[in-house]
DNA sequence: GTCTATAAACAGATAGAC
DNA sequence: GTCTATCTGTTTATAGAC
């Protein structure tokens, strides 16, 4: 680790950087980058306006610096999700769905546990409709690489081919049935008379996602033969 | 229809009333609620900044207005599709199968072919982040009756029970594997090559999924057994 | 009903003291 | 590096002419 990342070196500065980070990601993905004014961010990270300018030349360069931070979030969380293992390995089918199963559990649990999961998935929410060069890097950094391993999984399960149309398309699917959970969440709520997402109802999402996972991959299996 | 509602009395101000919904839809969608000024919206609906005012009471009277509008649009599209069936018939499980697929085809085909429907999702989701009144009236006047209508249709065709935790999850599940279609758009796009989503790769879509509702089905159908 | 002019508040960016 | 004061532009809402 050269000069070009600083982790933890001048604990001054890098505090306020990283106040700044974590405020404007919170509330850029509560209000909106254009819902949020640099004045609230600041008062939130207990730093001043000019800091803002200083550190990341302006509000967009706080928008980069949340993706960033999110990427950075998200890879740790899947790098020991998928235990480091490396691209490609041989897996059963049983075990490649096992360890699909796992990553819907992790992938809920994560929206549902983790404290800053909410900001984070608005956040990418909120790039997704109207895109931005921070989608881009959370895209390359996250979206991507996960998507991509989670067909090699689908066609180890499957016997499928990984990079083919459908089994994109079903890998989607896949993650679409379970992130509805959290981008429709307040009708959610409603519907369901839950007053909160917590550990109880996720387990609930979880049992049934992972019915309907294994429901799909029998049917594809079968019809393999 | 009595004075209550006037859909076509003045032609003159209802022309601009409209104009200023439809321009306050496309922008809003599209920019976010605050990301769009009124000057903008003015400008585009050929009007001027007051007439918000003066027909809406202000920016937020035309958030309620846009969300009525679409409340009345989607209507207008379940009743026929539908096809203006009371609440409860008797069907077999295949006929209720079959609505069910008919269902997802005009999902997925209104996200698609409507020229509005970009505009109304991006709109609906926006509310679904950051809840307003406008929510509430999309919800009430169109995902409650919505999904209470496919809860039956899903326990017709599996034979559970139709308000039950877990027909409730599964619908929202079957919802939510097709629109995020249209919520990750920027990064399904990109993942799948595709230069945009049109009709030939929403028949790819509605194939998957079609071929997962009924795989789900299948087993929670054995599964009763 | 429509449109213009203006008011009052607020935005992001910046220059300069410390 | 931090913070304050200020500049410039833009926001919504409104009052009043037509």
Not at 66 to 72: G, L, P, Q
Request: with cysteine; proline share 2%; charged share 20%.
């Amino acid at each position: 680790m050269s000069k070009t990342q600083t982790p933890q070196t001048n604990s001054a500065a890098d505090a306020t950087r990283m106040a700044l980070v974590m405020a404007a990601l919170q509330l850029f993905g509560r209000q909106g980058f254009d819902g949020t004014s640099t004045r609230e961010i600041a008062a939130q990270a207990n730093a001043n306006i000019g800091s803002i300018a200083y550190h990341f030349g302006g509000k967009e360069g706080l928008r980069l610096a949340a993706a960033d931070y999110i990427v950075e979030t998200i890879r740790t969380i899947v790098a020991q999700a998928f235990g480091g293992a490396a691209q490609i390995q041989r897996v059963t089918s049983e075990q490649a769905e096992a360890q699909i199963d796992a990553t819907v559990e992790r992938m809920v649990g994560f929206m549902v546990a983790r404290p800053e999961a909410g900001e984070i998935v608005q956040f990418v929410l909120r790039e997704l409709s109207t895109p931005t060069d921070a989608l881009d890097r959370i895209y390359t950094g996250v979206f991507e690489p996960v998507h991509r391993r989670l067909c090699q999984l689908w066609a180890a399960a499957t016997g499928e081919e990984a990079e083919s149309e459908k089994t994109r398309i079903s890998v989607f699917m896949m993650i679409g049935q379970v992130v509805y959970f959290r981008i429709a969440r307040a009708a959610v709520m409603r519907r369901m008379d839950w007053a909160d997402i917590g550990p109880a109802e996720a387990a609930k999402v979880i049992g049934v996602a992972k019915e309907n996972v294994a429901a799909i991959i029998a049917a594809r299996k079968a019809g393999k033969k």
